[in-house]
């Protein structure tokens, strides 16, 4: 079957925080929400048009959490392409030190709890996809690229 750019499913850019403080991460449950309701994840949001994924990951943080993050506090430590139907994404990972910050719930209609969490006991439910961003985001030394969820994917990367 030969493919064409017309048929292109929409991608999407996403951006995620690992939110570190010592050996433990910042994670929040969802609630309210049509895609992975009651799961736990990752401080996290979409790109908007015009905006840098530095910029949306400061403005999302700020915006969840109460964050005040600078380009300085953050540093991109990962990207993902991921299938997830109806819509691809291309998922950019940032770290930051949040051990001089307070994250406060700011989202309370679509997020259930704020919390960190020591990266050896993480809570269920998480995403497949949630846990390998954590996983290589936490013992990689170096800068990651990642695909998840499309068919005939190896195991591993």
Not at 97 to 107: I, V
């Amino acid at each position: 079957m030969k493919k064409n750019d017309k048929n292109r499913r929409l991608t999407r850019v996403a951006v995620y925080l690992i939110g570190m403080q010592d050996d433990k991460i910042l994670l929040a449950k969802r609630k309210n929400v049509e895609h992975m309701n009651g799961y736990w994840s990752l401080v996290a949001g979409h790109v908007y048009e015009g905006e840098s994924s530095t910029q949306a990951m400061i403005r999302e943080a700020h915006e969840e959490c109460g964050l005040t993050l600078t380009e300085k506090n953050l540093q991109l430590i990962g990207a993902m392409h991921q299938s997830s139907p109806p819509f691809d994404y291309i998922n950019f990972i940032f770290f930051a030190d949040l051990s001089n910050h307070n994250p406060t719930n700011l989202e309370t209609q679509k997020c259930e709890a704020l919390e960190f969490y020591c990266i050896k006991n993480l809570p269920s439910p998480m995403a497949h996809y949630i846990l390998d961003i954590i996983e290589k985001s936490t013992s990689e030394k170096k800068l990651w690229i990642a695909e998840h969820g499309w068919k005939n994917q190896p195991e591993k990367l």
